[in-house]
């Protein structure tokens, strides 16, 4: 059902919202600036709010001009989530897009439908929601403004603006305008940008007021009624990444990353922003619960893509953290043939899909984070033969993944890119993680006339360098899991083969890190970075306090919290980061690790509170088990968790990994209890965390 309306029909707005007068935004005739007599627009002007709910009525967003300025509004059963907020653009000539706008047409409609993911959290995704285009105008130039499409869902919404430009003309985007408003006394959850080490930052936790400029997922807690918001984006395409700025008390203004010419964003002709998101849940787990950010990106564009694989792997990765190994070639050279045999046949002897190998290429020697341009990617080290390795591979059942490392230097990748997989594709190499180690706002790119200019990782240019990457790697049936990466927006949606990236602060800061991750760090992630999506964090160390229990380096998790971040943290490709022979050492809590998927038919979050703990649920796909885990932060707690996600009259039994009764993060991180039982779904779980700990349950189905 489409409805046009040059005016708000009264019935139609009763139908989708009710608003209350005394809320509202001033009505014609109280003192908003009208246009001149003479303005093209003056006789299409919408004086009322043009608002429309969400599927269960709860949500809603309106807008209007406030004397030519645009304004929204979002509301939860009558109360502000974001108070009146801007809209507009800002471009370096052709004038702003911020005043002198008019609301002068609208269109709705709305949506009921469901599609299937090819690997996630779930197999079927449900897409209900409705949408209402806007469209704003200038008083002295009809041609001129934009349109504000929204979607909204019952759990958030999600708006761009779509410009009408006219073919051949080009916009230098500076800035949006776009800004949320809520109280300054929202608890929220940040990390900084616009510093050097990109997304990977320990969460503050912080009064809104106190909030600088922050990346998204951007989560906050409303005030009054504890409402849960998260701010963040979805398709990011050929646009800058935004990040929020808190420019006026209690007001976060988008802002776009800038290119080196100081233009954030090139564009020509017509063209639409990524969408802006407000997710909107009244308990915390209900914003994991969402799948608003995958349903605002387009359908996968690739195809069959049925050589995407989903799996857990092994690597010598963590070797070069705790310097048993280097990246660099010599007497600690990881990326040996040997090493590679030796890493091959653990993975095939105890089920891992595949072993990543860092370091096998040309270019590792000597500084290798400020020399980009001396990096080879087809070219290995004498010690490492790639086509001995992959034949080797595949007699055992397994797979070799691949590496690229390119300092930030995009231009030397992408001129090498091709050939690069062309390589990995001739030895059956079908899944790559890249690596962009540099700080924020120094990727290096060599423009046309031979100069360096320097990019955002979440720049306009890297964002399309992502994209290209991707779609090179698509053609030769190659998978991307990149690090240091722009951030996850849900194109993993349109380009099934981004399968995993990282853009968080991970596993090595515990071997590094001053200080290492705290222990309320993976229980915060789940409803900040995870909320994005699928993230590569490396769980799964075994050795916790691998330079001594007093220093400053170790892991501030027990041992069977490790094992739960299986399921707490999504990835479709999980490492077991840890060195084998931990493993050997600890076969009990491996098996854990042995048995847990990385591919599922449905995912629920069952309990927590941001930064405090969590509670997940999910169930294999394609098979009956489900697996749960549960995390908490640096205090001790028991959580009661129902079983009632089971299917009713079937009975399982529960493989319990939990913390035993001594465990502490700091004084005992080891104590593991393991257990057996038979539940169903009328069963409650009772399980104690110790602080800094978790439990990790596998529920095998007995039919």
């Given at each position: 059902?489409?409805?046009?309306?040059?005016?708000?029909a009264?019935?139609?707005?009763?139908?989708?919202?009710?608003?209350?007068?005394?809320?509202?935004?001033?009505?014609?005739?109280?003192?908003?600036?009208?246009?001149?007599p003479?303005?093209?627009?003056?006789?299409?002007?919408?004086?009322?709010?043009?608002?429309?709910?969400?599927?269960?009525?709860?949500?809603?967003?309106?807008f209007?001009?406030?004397?030519?300025?645009?304004?929204?509004?979002?509301?939860?059963?009558?109360?502000?989530?974001?108070?009146?907020?801007?809209?507009?653009?800002?471009?370096?000539?052709?004038?702003?897009?911020?005043?002198?706008?008019?609301?002068?047409?609208?269109?709705?409609?709305?949506?009921?439908?469901?599609?299937?993911?090819?690997?996630?959290?779930?197999?079927?995704?449900?897409?209900?929601?409705?949408?209402?285009?806007?469209?704003?105008?200038?008083?002295?130039?009809?041609?001129?403004?934009?349109?504000?499409?929204?979607?909204?869902?019952?759990?958030?919404?999600?708006?761009?603006?779509?410009?009408?430009?006219?073919d051949?003309?080009?916009?230098?985007?500076?800035?949006?305008?776009?800004s949320?408003?809520?109280?300054?006394?929202?608890?929220?959850?940040?990390?900084?940008?616009?510093?050097?080490?990109?997304?990977e930052?320990?969460?503050?936790?912080?009064?809104?007021?106190?909030?600088?400029?922050?990346h998204?997922?951007?989560?906050?807690?409303?005030?009054?009624?504890?409402?849960?918001?998260?701010?963040?984006?979805?398709?990011?395409?050929?646009?800058?990444?935004?990040?929020?700025?808190?420019?006026?008390?209690?007001?976060?203004?988008?802002?776009l990353?800038?290119?080196?010419?100081?233009?954030?964003v090139?564009?020509?002709?017509?063209?639409?922003?990524?969408?802006?998101?407000?997710?909107?849940?009244?308990?915390?787990?209900?914003?994991?619960?969402?799948?608003?950010?995958?349903?605002?990106?387009?359908?996968?564009?690739?195809?069959?893509?049925?050589?995407?694989?989903?799996?857990?792997?092994?690597?010598?990765?963590?070797?070069?953290?705790?310097?048993?190994?280097?990246?660099?070639?010599?007497?600690?050279?990881?990326?040996?043939?040997?090493?590679?045999?030796?890493?091959?046949?653990?993975?095939?002897?105890?089920?891992?899909?595949?072993?990543?190998?860092?370091?096998?290429?040309?270019?590792?020697?000597?500084?290798?984070?400020?020399?980009g341009?001396?990096?080879?990617?087809?070219?290995?080290y004498?010690?490492?033969?790639?086509?001995?390795?992959?034949?080797?591979?595949?007699?055992?059942?397994?797979?070799?993944?691949?590496?690229?490392?390119?300092?930030?230097?995009?231009?030397n990748?992408?001129n090498?890119?091709?050939?690069?997989?062309?390589?990995?594709?001739?030895?059956?190499?079908?899944?790559?993680?890249?690596?962009?180690?540099?700080?924020?706002?120094?990727?290096?790119?060599?423009?046309?006339?031979?100069?360096?200019?320097?990019?955002?990782?979440?720049?306009?240019?890297?964002?399309?360098?992502?994209i290209?990457?991707?779609?090179?790697?698509?053609?030769?049936?190659?998978?991307?899991?990149?690090?240091?990466?722009?951030?996850?927006?849900?194109?993993?949606?349109t380009?099934?083969?981004?399968?995993?990236?990282e853009?968080?602060?991970?596993?090595?800061?515990?071997?590094?890190?001053?200080?290492?991750?705290?222990?309320?760090?993976t229980a915060?992630?789940?409803?900040?970075?995870?909320?994005?999506?699928?993230?590569?964090?490396?769980?799964?160390?075994?050795?916790?306090?691998?330079?001594?229990?007093?220093?400053?380096?170790?892991?501030?998790?027990?041992?069977?919290?490790?094992?739960?971040?299986?399921?707490?943290?999504y990835?479709?490709?999980?490492?077991?980061?840890?060195?084998?022979?931990n493993?050997?050492?600890?076969?009990?809590?491996?098996?854990?690790?042995?048995?847990?998927?990385?591919?599922?038919?449905?995912?629920?979050?069952?309990?927590?509170?941001?930064?405090?703990?969590?509670?997940?649920?999910?169930?294999?796909?394609?098979?009956?088990?489900?697996?749960?885990?549960?995390?908490?932060?640096?205090?001790?707690?028991?959580?009661?968790?129902?079983?009632?996600?089971?299917?009713?009259?079937?009975?399982?039994?529960?493989?319990?990994?939990?913390?035993?009764?001594?465990?502490?993060?700091?004084?005992?991180?080891?104590?593991?209890?393991?257990?057996?039982?038979?539940?169903?779904?009328?069963?409650?779980?009772?399980?104690?965390?110790?602080?800094?700990?978790?439990?990790?349950?596998?529920?095998?189905?007995?039919?």
């Open positions: 059902m489409i409805l046009r309306q040059p005016r708000f009264a019935g139609l707005a009763v139908a989708l919202l009710t608003l209350a007068a005394c809320n509202a935004p001033p009505a014609r005739g109280q003192d908003q600036s009208l246009p001149g003479d303005s093209p627009i003056l006789a299409d002007i919408i004086a009322e709010p043009v608002a429309i709910a969400s599927p269960d009525g709860r949500l809603s967003i309106e209007w001009s406030e004397a030519g300025l645009p304004r929204y509004r979002v509301r939860r059963d009558g109360e502000d989530v974001i108070s009146p907020s801007m809209l507009g653009l800002r471009f370096a000539v052709a004038g702003n897009l911020e005043r002198q706008l008019w609301l002068v047409d609208s269109e709705m409609s709305g949506s009921q439908s469901s599609w299937e993911l090819p690997w996630g959290e779930r197999r079927v995704v449900e897409d209900h929601h409705n949408e209402l285009r806007v469209s704003f105008r200038h008083e002295d130039d009809a041609d001129r403004g934009f349109d504000v499409r929204v979607r909204i869902f019952d759990d958030g919404l999600g708006f761009r603006y779509e410009v009408p430009v006219p051949g003309e080009h916009r230098a985007i500076v800035d949006e305008v776009t949320f408003a809520m109280p300054q006394d929202s608890e929220t959850w940040w990390t900084p940008a616009a510093d050097y080490n990109r997304y930052y320990v969460y503050r936790t912080t009064p809104l007021i106190e909030v600088d400029t922050a998204t997922p951007f989560t906050a807690r409303l005030p009054d009624d504890g409402v849960h918001v998260a701010i963040h984006e979805a398709a990011l395409v050929d646009y800058s990444g935004m990040r929020l700025d808190q420019q006026r008390e209690g007001v976060l203004t988008a802002e990353a800038p290119g080196p010419d100081g233009i954030a090139h564009k020509d002709g017509a063209f639409t922003t990524p969408w802006r998101t407000i997710q909107v849940a009244e308990e915390a787990v209900g914003l994991i619960n969402s799948d608003l950010i995958l349903n605002l990106n387009e359908p996968n564009v690739l195809g069959d893509v049925s050589w995407v694989e989903p799996g857990k792997y092994i690597g010598i990765w963590w070797g070069m953290h705790i310097n048993t190994m280097t990246w660099g070639s010599g007497p600690m050279h990881g990326a040996t043939t040997d090493n590679a045999i030796e890493y091959l046949d653990f993975a095939a002897d105890n089920g891992f899909a595949g072993v990543l190998i860092e370091g096998w290429n040309i270019g590792w020697d000597g500084d290798w984070f400020n020399n341009a001396l990096f080879s990617f087809t070219e290995s004498p010690d490492f033969d790639i086509e001995a390795v992959t034949d080797y591979a595949r007699t055992r059942g397994v797979r070799l993944i691949g590496h690229h490392e390119t300092s930030g230097h995009l231009t990748y992408e090498q890119m091709e050939d690069a997989f062309d390589l990995y594709e001739r030895v059956g190499v079908t899944q790559v993680k890249t690596g962009y180690v540099a700080d924020a706002g120094n990727l290096i790119r060599i423009d046309e006339t031979g100069e360096e200019r320097h990019e955002w990782h979440y720049g306009q240019y890297a964002v399309n360098h992502h290209r990457v991707l779609e090179a790697a698509a053609a030769r049936h190659i998978s991307i899991n990149p690090h240091e990466p722009v951030k996850d927006t849900g194109l993993r949606r380009y099934p083969n981004w399968i995993s990236r853009g968080v602060r991970g596993q090595e800061f515990n071997a590094w890190g001053v200080p290492p991750n705290p222990p309320e760090h915060m992630l789940a409803f900040t970075r995870m909320l994005a999506g699928p993230a590569d964090f490396t769980p799964g160390i075994f050795d916790l306090t691998f330079n001594g229990p007093d220093s400053p380096n170790r892991v501030q998790t027990t041992l069977a919290r490790q094992l739960a971040l299986y399921v707490v943290l990835s479709p490709i999980q490492m077991a980061a840890d060195l084998p022979e493993y050997v050492a600890n076969p009990e809590p491996f098996q854990f690790i042995r048995d847990v998927p990385t591919d599922w038919e449905e995912s629920i979050a069952l309990q927590g509170d941001v930064g405090d703990f969590i509670v997940t649920a999910r169930q294999e796909r394609g098979g009956a088990d489900w697996y749960l885990g549960a995390a908490t932060d640096e205090a001790e707690r028991t959580v009661t968790v129902p079983l009632d996600f089971l299917e009713p009259g079937r009975n399982y039994t529960a493989q319990i990994y939990r913390d035993g009764p001594d465990a502490h993060w700091h004084d005992n991180p080891y104590d593991v209890a393991i257990e057996s039982r038979e539940v169903d779904a009328g069963t409650t779980l009772e399980l104690w965390l110790a602080a800094g700990g978790g439990a990790a349950v596998r529920l095998v189905s007995s039919e």
